[in-house]
């Protein structure tokens, strides 16, 4: 091969390498530029926002929560200055050696702080890890700033309930948003961290009690401290709210009520107004508040007394002999029975063969029309009515009464009761109705349950002349800002359809069971009250407890004891419902409950005055 060959074949070889060389740093460069478009382009905006987070950080301002004041400006809930821990991922250097170090300091478990990392979406919002701080607490991670990268403390106001566990059921409580939560068009907006209402009237009117929160847009180091504001959009307090609680009625009440369980509702049967709503066994709202941890909702969750449940409207009993109100309206009003109509009480009321259903007196009440009957509360006189009458009759009654329903209560979650039809049982139990049941029913057993709230609302309207009143709560809210106070006007539901002569049969009646029947233990020296006993079992069959002494059955076996009332019996002001569990005859127990909080109500020499809204 010549030489010239040689070197032709090299150049063609050098020429070869170059072109692969070429092709290669041009696949290089549209590589490149795809990746510089991709980042510059699809993913700037994502990469803009965090370079901008790395410079500027924002920090939410939390709003102070509205007060809440009792009808007389007694002040119930407020916020008190508190230490909150936060922590913003995208700064943290060592998540392991922060967790451990966050145990150590302020006992914050491990595996709670890696939990809330890992849920954190966006690494440079700053996440809520504990509220409530010591002041101890709060020093110890001042101290370790340097080396604890991602934490800081802020002051913010915390909810405090002034009285402790006083009304907590009607007040509620307050807790960070959940994700779910956060999901609701209510909620749409809250950044996780933010304190919303879990319960009671913090729950119902959160929207008003939370206020706007603001910002604050400031420039921070490398370690994510801040080094200067750059803007400040102020926080919207929330506004205020004026209950129609009375408190010191509420301490009353709460104190009457003492270690049982049991509600006692009492309102103004002119307009609705709740003046109160114990329920007990009560809780701390401020312990619920101020971070519920799992161990502490297992506890409570637990608790075989049902500490959370509010009795006065969730708790759902058998009424008893108070619903013989609602059974002598719907004998009064029907073509079947009239107020003369007499019944013999021999003890018995002998329905099928061998089948008995028993009075509450032995040996029987004798002759007795519908004024005595209610007056001294014969099983067997509404027995004979209830099988006259028929089911159906009873339950359409009970309805106009607002049994069977929610009253509207301005609270969350209440429950409706039952009122028992040959409809409902076929709907509900995929069975017929059958009679004996119905005898059940017509003194407040078998399946009829209502609350205590619904029985206060029903008494009220016997009281005032026939009107149902959407119990009312919050009276009035103030704008923080202005100063301008909006009330909330009373709501008629509608009148009971009762001709006024059953009206004032059922008035003179209750009355006389004060007087003279089986309410005698809330006769009163101070002032007329009228009532109504009421003795709701607890078992299928009194017959098969091992002795009929009260004191001889076991505490969760004996009865319910009710009690609704109202005074002054001639121009009611107050209409008020007991109900005390497994304590036994309402005469004997719930009468004199419902006598001392009247009594009470009566002393305060302002009485004509409550109506007006303090401020």
């Known amino acids: 091969m010549s030489k010239f060959t040689t070197q032709h074949e090299d150049f063609r070889n050098l020429q070869r390498r170059l072109l692969y060389l070429r092709t290669g740093l041009l696949l290089c460069l549209l590589l490149l530029s795809a990746r510089l478009w991709y980042l510059q382009v699809v993913q700037g905006t994502y990469y803009h926002e965090l370079a901008e987070q790395n410079r500027v950080r924002t920090v939410d301002l939390k709003p102070a929560r509205g007060l809440i004041f009792d009808r007389h400006g007694e002040l119930l809930a407020n916020n008190v200055p508190s230490f909150n821990l936060y922590l913003t991922v995208e700064d943290i250097r060592d998540r392991e050696g922060l967790a451990a170090a966050l145990e150590d300091l302020i006992g914050l478990p491990r595996a709670e702080t890696m939990k809330r990392l890992i849920q954190q979406a966006k690494s440079y919002v700053p996440i809520l890890l504990k509220s409530g701080l010591t002041l101890r607490e709060a020093a110890l991670l001042e101290g370790h700033r340097l080396e604890l990268t991602g934490l800081r403390v802020q002051a913010e106001s915390q909810r405090n309930y002034v009285h402790g566990p006083l009304g907590s059921h009607l007040l509620g409580y307050v807790g960070e948003v959940s994700p779910e939560q956060q999901e609701e068009p209510d909620f749409a907006g809250l950044v996780q961290g933010s304190i919303v209402g879990k319960a009671g009237v913090e729950k119902t009117y959160d929207r008003m009690l939370r206020g706007k929160p603001g910002e604050k847009t400031i420039e921070v180091d490398a370690r994510g401290n801040e080094r200067k504001t750059v803007a400040v959009v102020e926080q919207t307090p929330g506004e205020d ?119 509450w007196k032995r040996g029987g009440h004798g002759v007795l029309d519908m004024y005595h009957a209610l007056v001294h509360s014969c099983d067997v006189y509404f027995y004979n009515v209830g099988h006259r009458l028929g089911i159906d009759t009873i339950a359409e009654t009970a309805r106009l009464f607002g049994l069977g329903q929610p009253t509207g209560v301005d609270l969350p979650s209440e429950r409706a009761g039952v009122v028992p039809s040959t409809e409902w049982k ?190």
């Not at 719930?590 to 009485?607: F, G, N, Q, T």
């Open 241 to 359: 709210l004026y209950l129609s609680l009375d408190l010191r009625l509420q301490r009353f009440a709460e104190s009457l009520l003492g270690a049982e369980a049991g509600a006692v509702v009492a309102l103004d049967p002119r307009n609705g107004d709740v003046l109160v709503m114990a329920s007990s066994p009560a809780y701390d709202p401020n312990v619920l508040s101020r971070g519920l941890t799992p161990a502490l909702w297992e506890q409570i969750a637990s608790d075989t007394r049902h500490p959370l449940t509010n009795r006065a409207m969730q708790g759902q009993y058998p009424p008893g002999s108070t619903f013989k109100i609602m059974v002598a309206s719907a004998a009064l009003e029907s073509d079947k029975w009239s107020a003369d109509t007499q019944v013999r009480c021999t003890g018995v009321f002998p329905f099928s063969r061998g089948h008995v259903f028993k009075d």
């Open 426 to 615: 076929q709907r509900v139990r995929k069975e017929q109705w059958y009679p004996g049941e119905t005898i059940s029913a017509s003194i407040g057993q078998g399946y009829i349950t209502v609350t205590p709230l619904q029985m206060a609302v029903a008494i009220g309207a016997v009281s005032n002349g026939g009107m149902l009143y959407r119990p009312r709560l919050v009276r009035a809210v103030r704008e923080r800002a202005t100063g301008r106070l909006q009330e909330y006007p009373s709501v008629e539901r509608g009148p009971v359809p009762l001709h006024e002569s059953t009206l004032h049969l059922l008035q003179d009646a209750l009355r006389e069971v004060v007087l003279h029947g089986t309410g005698g233990r809330a006769r009163s020296q101070l002032v007329s009250i009228a009532g109504k006993t009421g003795t709701a079992q607890t078992v299928g069959a009194r017959a098969s407890q091992v002795s009929t002494d009260e004191e001889g059955i076991p505490k969760q076996l004996r009865d319910h004891a009710w009690f609704v009332a109202y005074a002054p019996a001639e121009d009611p002001k107050i209409a008020v419902a007991v109900l005390v569990e497994n304590t036994g005859h309402g005469g004997t127990y719930a009468a004199p409950i419902a006598k001392a909080l009247i009594e009470e109500y009566w002393k305060d020499s302002d009485v004509d005055d409550r109506h007006q809204i303090a401020g």
